[in-house]
């Protein structure tokens, strides 16, 4: 079976600090792991991705996940934290040969002045 | 939001009414699907559809039904069924046969009750 979980409803953390949104994943097969981020009353913008190589991937905004595949983990990072990167941000997999994705459950990021 | 457009941005439905939620793409995407957000949650899977003319449930299908009969369109109703219609609704379509290929959505309707 297939399923994404993000284990915090909520991360705050202070401007300027590093910032980690955690996402652990279970799938049958290789994991076609995402990032997304909505604003309030907004739809998902896409952040990142991850397919294969390099367990280090860049996207957008200057967000990075590493994939962790002992761990099945795609934990989502940033260095130095902004406010305006305060939203609401879902870890997503799509199973090779499905059509379905399957969203974690949304972590609130509060970055604070 | 990238070539998804939804509308309304704000409908409001009466008791016992049915409602018709619009979700249109120029991505020329095979598969689009319909999500369902409450607050502080995650997304549920209403209903999705791989090619014109047909779709499957999701997790959450009673008291919706969709029509595709045009690749570009994939319209929501929420049916008078549907006891607890209160929610945002997401649209989002994507390429079929491209695994790693992202989801698009759209910006979102926000249907409240009367």
């Known amino acids: 079976a297939q399923s994404v979980a993000q284990p915090e409803d909520q991360v705050n953390v202070a401007e300027g600090n590093p910032l980690t949104v955690k996402c652990t994943y279970s799938v049958s097969g290789n994991p076609y792991l995402f990032w997304y981020v909505q604003y309030p009353n907004r739809g998902l913008q896409f952040l990142l991705k991850y397919i294969t190589g390099d367990n280090l991937v860049k996207g957008s905004y200057g967000f990075e996940a590493e994939f962790n595949k002992s761990q099945t983990s795609f934990h989502l990072k940033k260095p130095s934290a902004l406010v305006s990167d305060s939203a609401l941000y879902f870890c997503?997999?799509?199973?090779?040969?499905?059509?379905?994705?399957?969203f974690g459950s949304g972590t609130k990021l509060n970055v604070k002045p | 939001d990238g070539g998804i457009t939804q509308s309304p941005k704000y409908l409001f439905r009466k008791e016992g009414q049915n409602v018709t939620l619009s979700c249109e793409q120029n991505?020329?995407?095979?598969?689009m699907y319909w999500y369902r957000q409450d607050p502080g949650q995650g997304l549920r899977l209403i209903y999705y559809?791989?090619?014109?003319?047909?779709?499957q449930k999701g997790d959450i299908a009673e008291g919706y039904s969709v029509s595709r009969e045009k690749k570009e369109s994939f319209p929501l109703t929420v049916t008078s069924a549907q006891k607890n219609p209160t929610a945002f609704y997401l649209c989002?379509?994507?390429?079929?046969?491209?695994?790693?290929?992202?989801?698009?959505f759209g910006s979102g309707t926000q249907l409240s009750v009367l």
């Open positions: 997503a997999l799509r199973a090779p040969n499905f059509n379905k994705f399957y």
């Open positions: 989002a379509s994507s390429p079929l046969w491209e695994a790693n290929e992202k989801l698009f």
């Open positions: 559809s791989q090619i014109v003319n047909d779709f």
């Open positions: 991505l020329n995407h095979d598969a």
